[in-house]
């Protein structure tokens, strides 16, 4: 698994705090963090949220919505997505 970055966002989709893991340049890595709120579609309608993962063509945002935050890990999409969630549980039991 490559592990770009794990966040936090609010609901209303802004990220509140960012790790990023890999070499990237500063412009990536926002572009990567201001697409997420666009791909999940944050608001009221997003509280019934079942799917925990989107892809785009280069990436996949594995997320889990807490009660006012989204817990969010950006990785490759040749990862393994099993182990991006269990990643994920762990990331969120820590937070």
């Known amino acids: 698994m490559v592990l770009i970055a794990a966040s936090i966002f609010s609901k209303a ?12 340049p500063r ?5 990567l963090l201001d697409a997420f709120p666009k791909l999940v579609g944050t608001g009221k309608d997003s509280s019934n949220r079942r799917h925990t993962f989107v892809e785009t063509d280069s990436v996949r945002y594995v997320f889990h919505p807490l009660d006012n935050i989204y817990m969010v890990l950006i ?12 990643s994920l ?6 937070v």
């Not at 989709?13 to 990237?24: D, I, M, N, Y």
């Not at 412009?27 to 572009?31: F, M, P, S, T, Y």
């Open 13 to 24: 989709g802004k990220a509140l705090v960012s790790r990023q893991f890999v070499e990237l």
């Open 27 to 31: 412009a990536r890595v926002e572009g």
């Open 75 to 86: 990785t490759t999409k040749n990862s393994n997505i099993l182990e991006d969630l269990e």
């Open 89 to 94: 549980r762990l990331f969120t039991r820590v």
